[in-house]
């Protein structure tokens, strides 16, 4: 199982139950072939879990003999067994066979119809007609990977002439379809999100090196060889397979924004066939010179031997490499627990909304993953990802990150979709949190009162209280986005946030400050309050947009206080709170928050 295995038992779980029109609904009609073929086992009567552990393997295994039909295009059964022998050794297999599962029956697909394509001559043959309607398959399964060698297969027909043109034409012509499709759904995404792809933290170096593997020395020197000299049409699309991969896979350097993309592409470098180009390059190398009592062609065999040893040890190797990374349930056992006890106990009138919070940088993600897993054990659900404060206003919690703004607006978008527009609407619906995915946890004594707990670590929202919000509160250690100086988080008893937002520094070239987004939705004005410890140290100053909200001066009384500002002025919109520790010389920079209140 992997990141995304749930997302899958959910969607598997959708078609069995209510066909694939609700699938439609729920995702849209792209990428939709893998999930309609494991609904359509689990409407068989498979469980849907031990489906998803299976079904992968079962297509991964599918790929040492895809590989090795697509290496005997050009009947070099050497080769061919070559670059089969080095698929266990592929990166690939166990990457996607984790948790990527539409992508990998999307390349099963798509090695199933190249050889066939490569082979044609003619659009009327049978079997370019079979690859052809391989590749369609393939469009709607995942575009993003047919795209990659429907283009490549472009390039090889038309600059390499590597089999006639018109077959390329006629295979930009069946994705089409699904492109338009994917392409409508990205322009979506990016609506959510004011224009920007998410972006996502560039990977280092070592990520190649995970890519390669040990087959690294071999690729290698398959990716010198197959660059020189008269190539046949195979090996042209390796060279094109590797060099747009290993470039779209570095373009995540240049631009953050392409990572998704990059990760994908990188991942499907064409590690068996570069290292067979390397190890039948090295049977066929000639020594000539003796190296003490062994003789050349002792050396020639042992190089060989080695060689062989080499792709026997990658495949082990590579799956301890990746197996901790991809191949691990992304669920605490409480969580599972939880989830478990939800479906089993709660029944509900009407649709429930499960709540996810965690640190800005990190709740777009886990929130992806958290609902996944609430489809997957629970069913059908509608998903909020923030504050219960502006769940209540039915507004999104001002995310700052990318990728935690576009799961935030997917997830609100999907509750004005069914008409929940309105708190009266909202509280109609029951309203979850399990505690493994609501940071602060336990939750903070001014949201607790708002909730009943059903089971250990389950709450259910209490429809009179939640009516009665009329304030938002953050805990400032949980919303924080950037700063400066050594900010630490601390479990602390008087804090009704659980954690505190704690610094303490003697030195004076710290410039300390620390900042936290605030959403109002109507104008008026606004009074804010900050809850902290009062100890010893500068000064605080507290700016509202760049503005001074007001100032926060210790009286040691070593006791949790509030402070209360001035009310202002606002038009509705996302603002910053910026809270910054005073120069001042000889007196320690010192503060404890604990958080923030916002009150029309």
Do not use: C
């Not at 494991?38 to 849907?48: E, F, K, N």
Request: proline share 5%.
């Amino acid at each position: 199982m992997g990141w995304d295995t749930p997302h899958y038992i959910e969607q598997a779980n959708i078609v069995a139950a209510k066909g694939p029109i609700q699938l439609f609904a729920v995702q849209g009609p792209y990428d939709f072939v893998y999930q309609l073929l494991s609904g359509t086992i689990v409407w068989l009567g498979a469980s849907a879990v031990n489906l998803e552990i299976v079904l992968p393997i079962l297509l991964s295994s599918l790929l040492p003999f895809l590989i090795s039909r697509l290496a005997l295009v050009n009947n070099d059964f050497r080769f061919s067994t070559f670059a089969t022998i080095a698929v266990p050794g592929w990166f690939v297999i166990y990457n996607l066979g984790a948790s990527l599962h539409a992508n990998l029956l999307g390349l099963v697909f798509i090695l199933a119809a190249t050889p066939l394509i490569l082979k044609s001559q003619t659009i009327r043959q049978p079997r370019a007609i079979i690859g052809l309607v391989l590749i369609a398959t393939a469009s709607f399964t995942h575009i993003e990977t047919t795209l990659f060698f429907v283009g490549l297969m472009f390039i090889l027909s038309v600059a390499l002439s590597g089999f006639p043109k018109r077959i390329a034409i006629v295979a930009i012509a069946v994705v089409l379809p699904a492109a338009i499709i994917y392409i409508i759904h990205l322009l979506q995404l990016v609506s959510l999100t004011g224009y920007s792809l998410p972006v996502y933290t560039l990977e280092p170096i070592l990520f190649w090196f995970e890519i390669f593997g040990p087959l690294l020395p071999l690729a290698i020197l398959g990716l010198t060889l197959v660059l020189r000299g008269k190539r046949t049409s195979l090996e042209s699309l390796i060279m094109l397979w590797a060099g747009a991969s290993i470039l779209i896979g570095l373009s995540q350097y240049l631009d953050p924004q392409t990572y998704t993309f990059a990760q994908r592409a990188a991942g499907l470098v064409p590690v068996p066939f570069l290292a067979a180009i390397g190890l039948r390059r090295l049977g066929t190398l000639s020594v000539s010179r003796r190296l003490g009592r062994f003789s050349p062609a002792h050396l020639q065999r042992a190089l060989l031997v080695a060689s062989l040893i080499l792709l026997v040890a990658s495949w082990p190797t590579s799956y301890v490499a990746d197996a901790p990374v991809d191949q691990r349930v992304f669920l605490s056992p409480s969580a599972y627990q939880r989830l478990q006890w939800v479906s089993a106990n709660l029944k509900f009138l009407s649709t429930p909304i499960f709540v996810y919070n965690d640190f800005d940088t990190n709740a777009g993600g886990l929130g992806d993953l958290y609902d996944n897993w609430v489809g997957a054990i629970v069913g059908t659900h509608l998903s909020y990802l923030g504050s219960i404060d502006y769940l209540v206003q039915v507004q999104q919690t001002p995310y700052s990150n990318i990728v935690s703004r576009l799961h935030s607006a997917i997830f609100e978008k999907e509750l004005r979709d069914v008409g929940i527009t309105s708190r009266a609407v909202l509280l109609s619906h029951p309203i979850i949190i399990v505690a493994d995915f609501y940071n602060p946890s336990p939750l903070p004594t001014y949201y607790a009162t708002y909730f009943n707990e059903v089971s250990k670590g389950v709450f259910v929202g209490n429809t009179t209280r939640l009516a009665a919000i009329n304030n938002v509160t953050i805990s400032l250690a949980a919303s924080i986005t950037d700063s400066s100086g050594p900010w630490y988080h601390e479990l602390t008893g008087w804090a009704k946030s659980v954690n505190t937002l704690q610094i303490y520094t003697n030195s004076s070239r710290n410039n300390v400050e620390a900042y936290f987004p605030i959403a109002v939705f109507s104008n008026g004005n606004y009074t804010f309050s900050l809850h902290y410890w009062d100890g010893a140290g500068n000064d605080l100053n507290v700016f509202l947009a760049g503005q001074a909200l007001g100032t926060v001066t210790y009286n040691n009384t070593q006791s949790p206080l509030t402070r209360t500002f001035d009310p202002v002025y606002l038009n509705s919109g996302t603002y910053y709170v910026n809270i910054r520790i005073n120069q001042g010389p000889g007196i320690a920079k010192f503060a404890s928050l604990d958080y923030l209140s916002i009150v029309e």
